[in-house]
């Protein structure tokens, strides 16, 4: 029986030699196709692209010979190359979408292929639940191998996405303070990208892991605190005030203060969004997944501009992006952009404008987070998974169907099923729960207004998944 591909939050993926064979690859590659030629019978083209995974070059290839058999046009980049570039790319070379073989942050033994629209945006629910029926009518042994001579163009994504940059992230602020940063691309798709556009405007870089490693050191190429002692270690010889840091397709972000502290990324977003209503003068709002800090809703009051809250998945805030709703959008899982930017995840533009704030400011992360926690604030937000045993599974399941009027001794304000379970309380705090839609684990996140508070929320979050 054909394995049955399923586009989640961000495409599909799986472990290679498991699910993620080259019979499926080609499966779902030829339903990619099929779609695209459905929606456009007119010479339809698509951008081809990869992280630097193993077999990502095989997989390319392959799927180009797969197109040209059922008239897509495959523009090849050659090079490995951010999620982001390729967002651009769509736009630029106004193609009917891409397809990127890469499974971002997941661990090296995982690939994927995610399908993006000519909007340079993730696709939506509706797209890719019309990709799956497609997929699942291929009947290989009738397509042939007619694709394998099929003429392809070989693209470089990389200038007109970094000459975009270059006009949204003030670098010459950044060469004026003198600063020096750490560039730390986790072996993975960005290399030659944040640190080669710092240096050519004369910024000094410094770069670890930049080469290619199709295992990643040995772990999921996340850009956590726990995985970064190379990069603050690079920062201490350097003297660097900042880290910046991108996972495998370099769409997910990690920053480190000058001190080697951590920046979670709930703060980093609040952080820029602050940022840029102070500098770029823009009068939209903000749009964030419901697990994602409330200290944005209290810069959007403050500032009196319109909160979006959404589900988790990137595609819901590209929407909000394409209509130009938002001055940022982003969620507390590294994932970020800006007005007038791709409608998709950048973990390199996070990290340039990280560092033109700190340039600009002449303050570390830390204290400018704190001075915004006296603008609004303080704010703590924790993210915890937890494994389910089948039995807690099936009872959790059905508890979260629930609309509970108490947590922990504390009034429930109000229930809110935009994704999960969340519950916000009468002080302020909140937590919610998530499913995950392919391991028996639940997510949970809690954020309340002071240290102490947190740590007794978030032991009481994990106790109500097991009561």
């Given at each position: 029986?054909a394995?049955?591909?399923?586009f989640?939050?961000?495409?599909?993926r799986?472990?290679?030699?498991d699910?993620?064979?080259?019979?499926?690859v080609?499966?779902?590659?030829?339903?990619?196709?099929r779609?695209?030629?459905?929606?456009n019978?007119?010479?339809p083209k698509?951008?081809?692209?990869?992280d630097?995974?193993f077999?990502?070059?095989t997989f390319?290839?392959?799927?180009a010979?797969?197109?040209?058999h059922h008239?897509?046009?495959?523009?090849?980049i050659?090079?490995a190359?951010?999620t982001?570039?390729?967002a651009y790319?769509?736009?630029?070379?106004?193609?009917?979408?891409?397809?990127?073989?890469?499974?971002?942050?997941?661990?090296?033994?995982?690939?994927g292929?995610k399908?993006s629209?000519?909007?340079?945006?993730?696709?939506?629910?509706?797209?890719?639940k019309?990709?799956?029926?497609?997929?699942a009518?291929?009947n290989?042994?009738?397509?042939g191998?007619?694709?394998?001579?099929?003429?392809?163009?070989e693209?470089?994504?990389?200038?007109?996405?970094?000459?975009?940059?270059?006009e949204?992230v003030?670098?010459g602020a950044i060469?004026?303070s003198?600063?020096?940063?750490v560039?730390?691309?986790?072996?993975?798709?960005?290399?030659?990208?944040?640190d080669?556009?710092l240096?050519?405007n004369?910024?000094s870089?410094?770069?670890?892991?930049?080469?290619r490693?199709?295992?990643f050191?040995?772990h999921?190429p996340?850009?956590?605190g726990k995985?970064?002692?190379?990069?603050?270690?690079?920062m201490?010889?350097?003297?660097a005030?900042?880290?910046?840091c991108?996972?495998?397709?370099?769409?997910?972000?990690g920053?480190?203060d000058r001190n080697?502290?951590?920046?979670?990324?709930?703060?980093?977003?609040?952080?820029l969004f602050?940022?840029l209503?102070e500098?770029r003068?823009?009068?939209t709002g903000?749009?964030?997944?419901v697990?994602t800090?409330n200290?944005?809703?209290?810069?959007?009051?403050?500032n009196?501009?319109?909160?979006h809250?959404t589900?988790?998945g990137?595609?819901?805030i590209?929407?909000?992006i394409?209509?130009?709703?938002?001055?940022i959008?982003g969620?507390?899982?590294a994932?970020?952009t800006?007005?007038?930017h791709?409608?998709?995840k950048?973990?390199i533009i996070?990290?340039?404008l990280?560092?033109?704030?700190?340039?600009?400011?002449?303050?570390?992360?830390?204290?400018?987070?704190?001075?915004?926690?006296g603008?609004v604030?303080s704010?703590?937000?924790?993210?915890?998974?937890?494994?389910?045993?089948p039995e807690v599974?099936e009872?959790?399941?059905?508890?979260?169907?629930t609309?509970?009027t108490d947590?922990?001794?504390?009034?429930?304000?109000?229930?809110?099923r935009?994704?999960?379970?969340?519950l916000?309380?009468e002080d302020?705090?909140w937590v919610?729960?998530?499913?995950s839609?392919t391991?028996p684990v639940v997510r949970?996140y809690?954020?309340?207004r002071?240290?102490?508070d947190s740590?007794?929320?978030?032991e009481?979050?994990?106790?109500w998944?097991?009561?």
């Amino acid at each position: 029986m054909a394995t049955q591909i399923k586009f989640g939050t961000s495409g599909w993926r799986a472990i290679v030699a498991d699910e993620f064979t080259m019979e499926n690859v080609r499966r779902a590659v030829t339903g990619i196709g099929r779609y695209v030629a459905s929606r456009n019978p007119n010479n339809p083209k698509l951008l081809v692209g990869r992280d630097p995974r193993f077999m990502g070059e095989t997989f390319v290839a392959e799927a180009a010979g797969i197109l040209g058999h059922h008239g897509v046009k495959p523009l090849v980049i050659p090079e490995a190359a951010p999620t982001p570039a390729i967002a651009y790319g769509i736009v630029t070379r106004k193609t009917d979408g891409s397809i990127n073989f890469t499974a971002s942050h997941n661990p090296p033994e995982y690939n994927g292929i995610k399908f993006s629209t000519p909007d340079g945006a993730p696709a939506l629910p509706e797209v890719t639940k019309a990709i799956e029926q497609e997929i699942a009518a291929v009947n290989l042994s009738a397509t042939g191998d007619s694709g394998k001579n099929v003429s392809m163009e070989e693209v470089d994504v990389r200038p007109p996405y970094l000459k975009r940059l270059a006009e949204l992230v003030d670098l010459g602020a950044i060469k004026k303070s003198g600063i020096k940063v750490v560039f730390d691309p986790f072996w993975g798709a960005a290399r030659g990208y944040s640190d080669v556009l710092l240096r050519e405007n004369g910024v000094s870089v410094a770069t670890v892991h930049d080469y290619r490693d199709v295992l990643f050191g040995g772990h999921a190429p996340e850009p956590e605190g726990k995985l970064l002692d190379e990069c603050r270690a690079k920062m201490k010889e350097t003297g660097a005030a900042i880290g910046i840091c991108t996972d495998g397709d370099a769409d997910r972000f990690g920053i480190v203060d000058r001190n080697g502290t951590f920046i979670q990324p709930n703060y980093v977003i609040a952080l820029l969004f602050n940022y840029l209503l102070e500098t770029r003068g823009w009068r939209t709002g903000v749009g964030k997944s419901v697990a994602t800090t409330n200290m944005l809703n209290a810069i959007a009051e403050k500032n009196k501009l319109e909160l979006h809250e959404t589900p988790v998945g990137f595609k819901y805030i590209g929407e909000l992006i394409k209509q130009d709703k938002i001055t940022i959008g982003g969620e507390e899982s590294a994932g970020l952009t800006i007005r007038g930017h791709v409608p998709e995840k950048d973990g390199i533009i996070a990290g340039l404008l990280c560092c033109e704030m700190v340039a600009t400011r002449k303050k570390t992360l830390q204290e400018l987070l704190g001075e915004l926690f006296g603008k609004v604030g303080s704010f703590y937000p924790v993210r915890e998974n937890f494994r389910l045993t089948p039995e807690v599974k099936e009872k959790f399941t059905r508890k979260v169907t629930t609309d509970p009027t108490d947590f922990s001794g504390r009034k429930v304000a109000k229930v809110v099923r935009t994704d999960g379970l969340k519950l916000v309380l009468e002080d302020g705090s909140w937590v919610a729960y998530r499913m995950s839609g392919t391991e028996p684990v639940v997510r949970v996140y809690t954020e309340a207004r002071s240290e102490g508070d947190s740590a007794k929320l978030s032991e009481a979050a994990k106790q109500w998944v097991l009561q």
